[in-house]
Structure formats: C-alpha cells, structure tokens
C-alpha cells in the first residue's frame, strides 16, 4: 500500500489530552491554507484485504455471524456480534465501521478488536456491519443509505441480543469519518467516539471520487459544520504522522472545544499504524467510563 509521503518525519511519540475553541472563521483560514498545500487524497490508497461471513452461528471464539435484510441498503448485509471472553456482564458495546473497499470482518480479521478489548480488561461487546465498500456511511443518491442501515437497522439488533447497553462508536479511514458522522447525527446514542485515521476533507473538490454525489452532498455531512454535537462526548481521535489525512484530522482535533485525547504517532494509512493505536483508543474510553 502506497501511502503520499508528506515529508521526512521523525521518530515522534505524541499523545495528547487537549481542548481547544478554534473558531469557524480560523479553521476556514487554515483550511485554506492546508487545501493549497495537501492537495487530493484519493481513496483508492487505501485499499484493504476483506473476507465474509455469512454463517448464523456461535463460533469458539464467542462471534456470532449473521445476515441482516436491509431496506435502507435494499440488500443483505453480513454482520457479526463478539461477546467478551469475562464471565462478567457486558457493560458496553462497541460498534466498528469498516474502511473503504472493505466489510465487517475488518474489525475481527485485521484489528482484532475483540482481542484488544480484552487484553486491557475492557468488558465489551464489539459488533460490526457491512456498510458497502464505497458508500461512505452516509444516504446516497443511488437509494442506499448506510448510516440509518446502522443506525435504525443493525443497532436495534444488536440490542435486542445484548441488551441496551451504553454504546460507542469505532472505525478506520471511511469508517473513522463514519463514526465521527454517527455520533454527530444521533449524539445520544453514544456515550464515545473514536475514529482512526478518519476520512476527513476540507472542501468538496478534494474529495475521493466517488466519496459524495455533489458539493451539497459533501456539505450536508461535513464534520466541521455541527462538531458541537460531540460535545458531552468521550473522544480518543487517532492519526499517523505519515497518513495523507494527518492534516485535516489535526485541524479537526484543533477544533473540538471540549476535552478530548489525540493520539498522534509515527505510522501510515494502514492496519499497522490501527492495531497500534487501538488499544490505546479503548483504554483511553474505558478509563473515562470508569469500566478498568
């Protein structure tokens, strides 16, 4: 995988619990400056390895598979719900939303996030849902529309299995911007967010091709417009210093006016630099919760 090279880097460590009130007149200022600079990421960088799984059982390693007949995706979508290796009872749900050109078994096959929630004690059900492969989370002009997929659709599964738990929201590169749009569009429904390496554009024509329909489309699910909404919110927002979306992901953190973690280290835009950074994003969201 050929990640843009934004220069020679150091070895860096930074982690980092801030807050910040950068106003919308200084983030425009800056995004203007970073657009003539950055460029445009394209997508297709990032693509990765994916299988499927279709099976409704209960496996040894505590997943169950299953198949779930969308109408807002007007297809069948693959899913699969891990429950957490302690004897104890759940105390949260951690949902995870695949990358680009992916599925759900991202969250099992390439991070593990079952494993890594338990090798820090975090008592967690960790479910995930085919989104699309190039759907970017959100209602698109074709008819399909993952985001109420997710939110009206698989979370009213999941809770009917594990009970109405308190939630929180993951995920990588598409999925990270699909976490962060997910707890901006329904903030009551997760008490964390935490994306890696998220998705994230300044302006409409920087955008991967095929990521939205129209400037209005891009505009109508813009991050930076209700950040505010993340306000009350647990964040852990973690990036590599070599990852094309560093940048804008900064500004971003730069302009959350709340206290938040930013986890900034050497690394790329590849599942190196996520099985890194996980499992200090759970720790960090457990610890908030009180749950280690």
């Given at each position: 995988?050929?990640?843009?090279?934004?220069?020679?880097?150091?070895?860096?460590?930074?982690?980092?619990?801030?807050?910040?009130?950068?106003?919308?007149?200084?983030?425009?200022?800056?995004?203007?400056?970073?657009?003539?600079?950055?460029?445009?990421?394209?997508?297709?960088?990032?693509?990765?390895?994916?299988?499927?799984?279709?099976?409704?059982?209960?496996n040894q390693s505590g997943e169950t598979n299953g198949i779930l007949n969308s109408e807002f995706m007007h297809s069948n979508v693959g899913w699969t719900i891990a429950m957490p290796?302690?004897?104890?009872?759940?105390?949260?749900?951690?949902?995870?939303?695949?990358?680009?050109?992916?599925?759900?078994?991202?969250?099992?096959?390439?991070?593990?996030?079952?494993?890594?929630?338990?090798?820090?004690?975090?008592?967690a059900v960790v479910a995930a849902v085919d989104g699309g492969a190039d759907n970017y989370w959100h209602k698109r002009e074709n008819g399909t529309d993952a985001m109420s997929m997710?939110?009206?659709?698989?979370?009213?599964l999941v809770q009917s299995k594990v009970g109405k738990l308190k939630q929180a929201i993951i995920g990588w590169s598409m999925g990270g911007y699909g976490a962060l749009l997910a707890?901006?569009?329904?903030?009551?429904?997760?008490?964390?967010?935490?994306?890696?390496?998220?998705?994230?554009?300044?302006?409409?024509?920087?955008?991967?091709?095929?990521?939205?329909?129209?400037?209005?489309?891009?505009?109508?699910?813009?991050?930076?417009?209700?950040?505010?909404?993340?306000?009350?919110?647990?964040?852990?927002?973690?990036?590599?210093?070599?990852?094309?979306?560093?940048?804008?992901?900064?500004?971003?953190?730069?302009?959350?006016?709340?206290?938040?973690?930013?986890?900034?280290?050497?690394?790329?835009?590849?599942?190196?630099?996520?099985?890194?950074?996980?499992?200090?994003?759970?720790?960090?969201?457990?610890?908030?919760?009180?749950?280690?």
């Amino acid at each position: 995988m050929n990640n843009r090279d934004l220069g020679k880097s150091r070895h860096v460590s930074l982690v980092q619990e801030s807050s910040s009130s950068v106003t919308r007149r200084q983030f425009l200022l800056k995004a203007g400056g970073l657009a003539a600079i950055g460029g445009v990421i394209y997508a297709g960088y990032f693509r990765d390895h994916h299988t499927n799984s279709e099976k409704k059982i209960q496996n040894q390693s505590g997943e169950t598979n299953g198949i779930l007949n969308s109408e807002f995706m007007h297809s069948n979508v693959g899913w699969t719900i891990a429950m957490p290796q302690s004897l104890k009872p759940a105390e949260l749900i951690i949902f995870c939303l695949h990358g680009f050109d992916n599925n759900h078994r991202m969250a099992f096959d390439d991070i593990d996030v079952p494993a890594v929630a338990n090798s820090i004690g975090l008592n967690a059900v960790v479910a995930a849902v085919d989104g699309g492969a190039d759907n970017y989370w959100h209602k698109r002009e074709n008819g399909t529309d993952a985001m109420s997929m997710l939110l009206y659709e698989f979370m009213p599964l999941v809770q009917s299995k594990v009970g109405k738990l308190k939630q929180a929201i993951i995920g990588w590169s598409m999925g990270g911007y699909g976490a962060l749009l997910a707890a901006e569009k329904k903030p009551q429904n997760f008490v964390a967010v935490s994306p890696a390496s998220p998705a994230l554009w300044l302006l409409p024509g920087e955008t991967a091709p095929g990521a939205f329909d129209s400037p209005q489309d891009f505009y109508n699910n813009d991050m930076f417009t209700n950040i505010d909404k993340l306000n009350g919110k647990i964040i852990a927002i973690a990036c590599g210093l070599q990852d094309p979306f560093y940048n804008s992901t900064k500004l971003f953190t730069e302009s959350i006016a709340v206290p938040h973690r930013s986890i900034f280290l050497n690394g790329g835009h590849d599942s190196t630099f996520w099985n890194q950074a996980a499992p200090l994003q759970l720790k960090y969201i457990g610890q908030r919760l009180n749950l280690l």
